[in-house]
């Protein structure tokens, strides 16, 4: 019913800078929380930024000054722009929404898209 597509990952260098999005489709009444997690080879996938239907937005102290997570309303997309970016910071990147269908809400999860930063 409800289909999270990310676009944007791809291989940079470090200290350069990657913008992700994300865009919901499917038989959506409203999104509450979007948001994007992140999962390196060997270890636990981990919050990165979260944001709120009014704008507030919540970061990891890792990615903190140099995230910043945006979303569309409109469009049901949303954004994380990714600057300075470091090795620490390769891993798939997941887009997470709470969406609002039929009165329930369906915690949705994109298929991921790989973030390679070369040193």
């Known amino acids: 019913q409800v289909q999270l597509v990310e676009f944007g990952g791809g291989l940079v260098q470090a200290g350069g800078s990657l913008r992700l999005s994300c865009a919901a489709s499917?038989?959506?009444?409203?999104?509450?929380?979007m948001g994007w997690y992140r999962q390196a080879p060997g270890k636990q996938r981990e919050l990165v930024a979260t944001i709120t239907t009014g704008g507030g937005t919540l970061y990891a102290g890792s990615v903190k000054g140099r995230f910043t997570i945006s979303r569309d309303n409109a469009k049901n997309t949303v954004y994380l722009q990714m600057n300075s970016l470091n090795p620490e910071d390769t891993a798939v990147y997941y887009c997470?929404?709470?969406?609002?269908?039929?009165?329930?809400?369906?915690?949705?999860w994109g298929q991921g898209t790989q973030v390679t930063v070369s040193s």
């Open positions: 499917g038989s959506i009444f409203s999104i509450n929380a």
């Open positions: 997470n929404a709470a969406v609002v269908v039929s009165q329930k809400i369906y915690d949705s």
